[in-house]
């Protein structure tokens, strides 16, 4: 009894408690969840290198294709006999930084242009719609096959190329939002006040359109997920000996019905993942969106 009080009264055991009754009371269960989800992927990016039980490499031929729920290996093992869950967190650390990476490399790009288009108009802004008609009719899924299979994957190019998906959201987002603030009191009152164009567009739009940007990082984010997961199931994406969630499905597929343990868990994660973005960029659309309120 005396170690379940000194629990109870531990400062770790009443912030937990706290954390989840104020999830409860501010947020819907779905979000609550997807928030913890995503806060339990980022721990695990972070602190990989701590978390693994083994190294990715590591094999233990004598453990081949172990069930999980063993003592050694909780998730399993694969054909090589190398930890899945080791394996597993490893690929999360992988898949969200090049989903991160990609995605702020797009939402960087497809602004930038969308403000360029709105500061210059004319032959600038036809310029940038055209792009964006382009990269919208563009078979991007078949267009990364492609260029990895000529150019050979390495991670540098596939965050490169990932960045490449979906810019002309942001740019025709950008480009909307920032000619409608142009036109608003507050960014001429800038201007007459002597600041320059990129003092206008950095210090004074960009800080009242972020919300929406944002909005739209949260949807593009699990789109690159499953991008980059498609590419690494076909063999064109992450390359061994490194690791992702998609190497480890397709990897997996080939031992479905006598190790389904090493395709479902990555599985689990992906689709857990996606859909714990989109709830949150629903309800993060839902609170920013003036309109709704």
């Not at 055991?13 to 980022?42: D, E, N, T, Y």
């Not at 949807?219 to 064109?236: A, R, Y």
Request: proline share 4%; aromatic share 10%; with cysteine.
């Amino acid at each position: 009894m005396a170690s379940v009080d000194l629990a109870e009264r531990s400062p770790l055991a009443g912030w937990l408690r706290g954390s989840l009754s104020f999830l409860r009371r501010k947020l819907p269960l779905s979000v609550a969840f997807g928030f913890l989800w995503l806060a339990a992927m980022i721990v695990i990016a972070l602190f990989a290198g701590y978390l693994r039980p083994y190294d990715i490499t590591a094999m233990d031929l004598t453990s081949r294709l172990s069930g999980p729920g063993t003592l050694k290996h909780w998730l399993g093992t694969d054909e090589l006999g190398r930890d899945v869950l080791s394996r597993l967190i490893q690929s999360i650390r992988v898949s969200l930084i090049i989903a991160f990476s990609a995605t702020v490399l797009s939402a960087v790009f497809g602004t930038a242009l969308g403000f360029a288009a709105a500061r210059f108009r004319g032959l600038t802004e036809h310029l940038v719609l055209a792009l964006a008609d382009f990269q919208a009719a563009l078979p991007f899924l078949i267009m990364s096959l492609a260029v990895l299979a000529f150019f050979g994957s390495s991670m540098v190019l596939l965050v490169c190329l990932m960045g490449f998906y979906g810019w002309e959201r942001y740019a025709r987002i950008a480009r909307g939002l920032a000619i409608s603030a142009g036109a608003q009191g507050y960014a001429a009152a800038v201007v007459q006040l002597g600041a320059t164009p990129a003092r206008v567009y950095l210090r004074h739009i960009l800080p009242n359109v972020a919300s929406t940007l944002i909005v739209s990082m949260t949807l593009t984010f699990p789109e690159i997920i499953l991008m980059e997961s498609g590419l690494s199931f076909l063999g064109l994406g992450v390359q061994p000996p490194e690791t992702s969630l998609g190497n480890m499905v397709g990897f997996g597929r080939e031992y479905l019905t006598r190790a389904p343990w090493i395709m479902l868990a990555p599985a689990a994660v992906i689709m857990l993942t996606t859909l714990s973005i989109s709830l949150v960029g629903d309800w993060l659309r839902d609170k920013l969106d003036p309109t709704v309120r």
